[in-house]
Nanobody, 119 residues
């Protein structure tokens, strides 16, 4: 079992930055990939970013590439999502995800944190 707790969401203006955190517990944090997804009102949950077990490889959705950065700190069992140059279309609930058993499938989700970007 893995427990994920997100924090850092809030209300910001377009162009601002925000950093989300996700604290993991329950299994050896450095042994599995981690990711971020988001879900806007009336839309399906979509992939945002992903990092491998060590943090040496990262992947991004085209919509956030160049603006968002995913990173992880194994000493703190935490994965981060640094979001810069935020746009109103980034408004969504952001979810932390753990790929514990399979690189392609999320096995555990966090409860989500709201990010609202005003224009």
């Amino acid at each position: 079992q893995v427990q994920l707790v997100e924090s850092g969401g809030g209300l910001v203006q377009a162009g601002d930055s925000l950093r989300l955190s996700c604290a993991a517990s329950g299994r050896t944090f450095s042994s599995y990939p981690m990711g971020w997804f988001r879900q806007a009102p009336g839309k399906e949950r979509e992939f945002v970013a992903k990092t491998n077990w060590s943090g040496s490889s990262t992947y991004y959705a085209d919509s956030v590439k160049g603006r968002f950065t995913i990173s992880r700190d194994s000493a703190k069992n935490t994965v981060y999502l640094q979001m810069n140059v935020l746009k109103p279309e980034d408004t969504a609930v952001y979810y932390c995800a753990a790929y514990v058993y399979n690189w392609e499938r999320v096995d555990y989700w966090g409860q989500g944190t709201q990010v609202t970007v005003s224009s």
